[in-house]
């Protein structure tokens, strides 16, 4: 792979819970580099820190110590409004648990992200793009698990970001939809050429990546390449 | 913006909430509609008041006197502050209409022969001003002759002083002067038409009539400044240059009672206009906050979603402060509708009341527009608590479950003797109504305004009914009361023992005295009553009797109040007929009365400070039992000196039928709406607390739990939250009605506040009824909850 260019860095940054009484460290002095273009995958145990991580870098919390820097810009420096515009515009978001709308159809849970920006797909392109344009009128309800995920991943594109970030997005699925879902994934990168960070306890998982960093008791642990990255048809779990 | 697809999201997720939304819009409804009609009505009575009083021009201030020469009026006209004067003939009057045995007391009132414009002016209705042909033509009150069938064409008879008149009605018309018609003497709550004429003659015929020729018994004024304090000073300087002629009361137009029940109504209009629709919208407020405060909760991934996808915090809050103002705007306009054809309602029910002209529901955009405005302000303060919280949420924390709750003891579990020994059901259900002290605080609140709602609405109705019966059947035993125009001397009232049919009579002497105590002073009646006196015995309160001393007097304690007085103290007394002497007079008790502001004497004591000898000017007479003769009634239309004849049974149905049904009316409707809001706010916290417990639900069920069971558990909590606030409820009730009491302690009357105890358990069983209408919607959601999916749902 050539030389790539940083789209996010992240500089020795901590961030410290306090619940109740009690501080816990939830990522310590964690720094790590996203190049543009690139399918990172973060892999850890749970409760190691990864979660907290992704977080950070989608601008949804604030990191405790250190930076992070969107090419120029510091998001610890923004303020809530601005680091708003950033989620808005930068970020998509894929989770576990898909998080739809349960009283919007599968094409408004697409609208719902298109509504406040500005260069975005068309919604029911997303939707085809993910192979559910025949299920626009469906309710979350009415989805299996798999698709669910699918609208989720319509939502993240539908907003046109220049990085796509997933919470364990087959953390709630069986085999084959999982790899569906991680089919799609790669596509994404591949062809729409965006960058994605995706976050799993499952190492198997972490061979489709273009680098693997490993993250274990809220420090990033090592980093490596998979030179190449697997086909997602031949891993298994 | 409005962002379409959230703005979806809003009405489907409201739409789930049918319930909750169907009876939190009720309710914001009630109280919008509340404050639409009463603005409303109050707006469509005082302006059709004003333009009355403004066109047929009202006077300011009212002189009777003896006997005034025409050229006394021009006198008066030239006083400092006086703008314009008229004088006329005011002469009470016995009615003798065909078909009727009974005479009919009434007014007699001058007009100018031609039609031109008069302080106190008529407006005709129907037929035609005096023609000018015939001395003996009359206009008469439109609703008097309404309810007598008589109409322009009509003859009656008429009695005055010595001498029957045969009379052509040419007209009928109406007057500011008789907005509510009752006789200017007042002593009666309700108008009855029927048996209360006013009569409009030329001034000349009623001149000579009267004896009054050339002269005037009345002058009416309009003042520069029309303020109490400048026509007191006005007032003095009548009495000074018009002494001769025999001033016998100066009084402000606003004291003359239609004018006083008139502005009492609009006072207690505005009053009511605020204090309904804000107790109906403050609890739908916190029962809002309830609600968002649950919705919000349960959408906390949903909120952090939006803020994964770029929402602002401020997108967010209008958001779910949008399903307030959906609340608001549904209940806004359902209450503008509901206000509006209320208000229409309530204009035709004043309309028996009060007689105005143009007296119509008018559409009020502006009073729209503030009721809409209220309406989406509590709505929207409504949501804000549950809201606010949940939109600074950093989304990462949105997106986690919310902490646990705390898990520490409840209250009651401190208790461990207590504790220990109750059910486990019980333990479930305590926990709960401990766990959410703000919901279940809510409830309480909403269950306490609801019962002491219900209970002064009952109370009140009570309270007429005691005040009736009390004026009419404890303190007055009379069958009918005979008016004379001028005091007699006793042994002459026995005469109407003579009469056909009459069992027993007592004489009374009823006479104007001016009271004052230093710079206090009031005119009111001083009744003088024989030592042994059954037909009429007044009581106090607790209704024992009052013993009228020898010399003296007995003042009712709203008279004594007002004039600062208490027994041992002496008062300055000037009775206005007779001689007219002031002399002082020593109080020798006070007394609780519900009526007026009476005061009592001697028969012989006031007698001797008018300057007579046992004299009387009212015999009130029994009719022999089960006797429906009433020939003596023919009888005493004739008599001269007669000016007024009353029939206690007649007043006792007329009051009832009048104020008593319109009572009822409105509070059964008073009372349907608190219950609404027990319904509704019932309704809403258990929901929450159904939609909160879901898991526990299915739980239930699976460990074999029948929908019943579990129902109980949920009616557990609203059993004791309810019983709390019903409790709390019926204390505030007794409060309510008490001080509601106090507010309405006018001079006109004081009403009781009246607690029977039945009444008590009979509002906690109204209550009852509401809750467990909520009860049975819930019951029915449990029993279809779809609990299987529910757990699946957690997996």
């Given amino acids: ?237 | 913006m409005v962002n379409r697809i959230l703005l979806r999201k809003l009405l489907r997720d409201l739409l789930q909430r049918k319930w909750s939304l169907v009876s939190l819009c009720l309710i914001v409804t009630i109280g919008i509609g509340c404050y639409i009609s009463m603005a409303g009505v109050y707006r469509d009575l005082s302006g059709s008041k004003k333009r009355y009083y403004q066109n047929y021009r009202f006077p300011d201030f009212i002189v009777d006197l003896k006997r005034a020469p025409e050229w006394a009026v021009e006198e008066v006209a030239s006083f400092p502050n006086v703008r314009a004067v008229r004088g006329r003939v005011n002469f009470s009057t016995l009615i003798d209409l065909p078909g009727k045995d009974e005479p009919i007391s009434g007014v007699s009132i001058s007009m100018p022969e031609t039609n031109t414009p008069v302080l106190n002016d008529i407006l005709l209705m129907s037929g035609t001003w005096f023609s000018g042909e015939n001395d003996k033509e009359v206009i008469l009150n439109d609703a008097f002759a309404q309810e007598n069938g008589l109409y322009p064409g009509s003859r009656i008879k008429a009695l005055l002083l010595d001498k029957q008149h045969e009379l052509l009605v040419v007209g009928t018309a109406k007057s500011p002067e008789f907005v509510y018609l009752i006789s200017p003497g007042g002593g009666e709550l309700a108008p009855d038409p029927a048996r209360f004429g006013v009569m409009y003659l030329t001034e000349r015929f009623l001149q000579e009539s009267c004896e009054l020729e050339g002269a005037f018994n009345q002058i009416i004024g309009l003042a520069h400044d029309s303020s109490r304090t400048a026509l007191t000073a006005t007032f003095g300087l009548i009495k000074e240059k018009l002494d001769p002629y025999g001033v016998l009361n100066t009084s402000l137009a606003e004291d003359q009672p239609s004018a006083r029940y008139l502005a009492d109504e609009l006072t207690g209009l505005k009053i009511t206009s605020t204090v309904m629709p804000s107790i109906f919208l403050i609890v739908a407020a916190l029962v809002l906050n309830v609600i968002m405060s649950r919705m919000v909760a349960q959408q906390r991934t949903v909120i952090g979603t939006l803020k994964a996808l770029g929402y602002s915090s401020g997108s967010i809050t209008r958001h779910y402060v949008s399903y307030g103002a959906i609340i608001g705007l549904i209940g806004g306009l359902g209450g503008i509708a509901f206000g509006y054809w209320a208000q229409g309602a309530l204009v035709t029910l004043y309309r028996e009341f009060y007689t105005l002209p143009d007296f119509e529901p008018h559409f009020y955009f502006d009073i729209f527009l503030i009721g809409m405005a209220i309406s989406l302000a509590f709505a929207v303060l409504g949501t804000l608590k549950g809201v606010h919280h949940a939109a600074l949420l950093e989304p990462a924390e949105a997106m986690r479950p919310p902490p646990p709750e705390k898990g520490g003891k409840v209250l009651p579990e401190r208790i461990p003797f207590f504790w220990r020994r109750l059910p486990f059901r019980w333990k479930m259900i305590l926990r709960a109504i401990f766990r959410n002290p703000f919901r279940s605080s809510v409830n309480v609140l909403a269950s306490l305004v609801a019962t002491a709602l219900i209970f002064s609405a009952l109370s009140m109705t009570d309270s007429l009914d005691y005040l009736m019966s009390y004026e009419f059947e404890k303190v007055s035993h009379q069958d009918i009361t005979v008016s004379l125009r001028d005091p007699k001397d006793i042994t002459t009232t026995r005469e109407m023992l003579l009469l056909p049919t009459i069992s027993e009579t007592e004489p009374q002497l009823a006479v104007a005295c001016d009271l004052k105590n230093g710079p206090y002073q009031k005119r009111v009646g001083v009744m003088g009553l024989v030592r042994n006196n059954r037909l009429y015995t007044p009581l106090d309160k607790d209704g024992n009797p009052i013993v009228i001393p020898e010399r003296g007097l007995v003042l009712s304690k709203k008279l004594a109040e007002i004039l600062n007085l208490a027994p041992g103290d002496t008062v300055t007394l000037r009775p206005l007929i007779g001689l007219r002497k002031e002399v002082l007079s020593p109080i020798v008790g006070t007394v609780d009365t519900f009526l007026g502001l009476s005061a009592y004497a001697n028969i012989n004591y006031l007698s001797n400070l008018i300057g007579e000898e046992w004299a009387a000017n009212v015999i009130m007479g029994n009719t022999f039992q089960r006797t429906s003769e009433r020939s003596f009634l023919d009888k005493l239309k004739l008599r001269p000196t007669v000016t007024g004849i009353r029939e206690r049974t007649r007043a006792l149905i007329q009051l009832d039928e009048t104020f008593g049904e319109t009572m009822g009316t409105m509070m059964s409707i008073m009372v349907l709406f608190a219950g609404l809001i027990a319904f509704g706010s019932v309704l809403n916290t258990t929901l929450v607390s159904l939609s909160e417990r879901q898991r526990e639900v299915g739980t239930l069920r699976v460990l074999g739990y029948s929908p019943a069971n579990i129902s109980r558990i949920f009616s557990g909590e609203s059993l004791v939250v309810n019983v709390v606030g019903i409790l709390l409820g019926l204390v505030f009730g007794i409060l309510l009605a008490k001080s509601l009491s106090l507010a309405y302690s006018t001079e006109l009357y004081r009403f009781p506040a009246i607690v029977y105890p039945w009444r008590l358990v009979m509002c906690a069983a109204i209550m009852v009824v509401f809750i467990s209408a909520a009860q049975l919607i819930i019951y029915r959601l449990i029993r279809t909850l779809k609990w299987l999916e529910v757990l699946k749902i957690m997996e």
Avoid at chain 1, 28 to 33: P, S, V
Avoid at chain 1, 62 to 87: H, M
């Fill in chain 1, 1 to 237: 792979m050539e030389k790539k260019q940083i789209i996010l860095s992240v500089k020795s940054v901590s961030k410290i819970y306090r619940m109740g009484e009690v501080d816990v460290p939830a990522l310590r002095d964690a720094t790590l580099d996203i190049y543009d273009g690139e399918f990172l995958i973060i892999v850890g145990p749970s409760g190691s820190g990864k979660s907290t991580l992704l977080n950070l870098i989608g601008g949804m919390d604030r990191p405790t110590r250190g930076r992070i820097s969107f090419q120029e810009t510091v998001l610890s420096d923004l303020s809530d409004k601005d680091l708003t515009l950033y989620r808005r515009n930068r970020v998509g978001f894929i989770f576990q648990f898909y998080n739809l709308i349960p009283t919007l159809t599968a094409l408004e849970n697409v609208q719902v992200a298109i509504e406040i920006t500005q260069d975005t797909l068309d919604p029911m392109e997303s939707l085809t793009m993910v192979g559910l344009q025949d299920r626009a009128d469906h309710f979350p309800a009415q989805l299996s698990g798999g698709e669910q995920q699918r609208v989720s991943i319509a939502r993240a594109l539908s907003g046109n970001p220049d990085f796509i970030l997933c919470d364990e997005p087959t953390g709630a699925l069986d085999l084959e939809a999982s790899k569906n879902i991680l089919g799609l994934l790669v596509d994404l990168n591949q062809k729409l050429k965006k960058t994605v960070v995706l976050i799993t306890h499952n190492s198997a998982i972490s061979e489709i990546g273009h680098r693997v960093a490993l993250i274990r008791d809220g420090s990033i642990h090592s980093i490596r390449s998979n030179e190449p990255p697997k086909p997602v048809e031949q891993i298994s779990w």
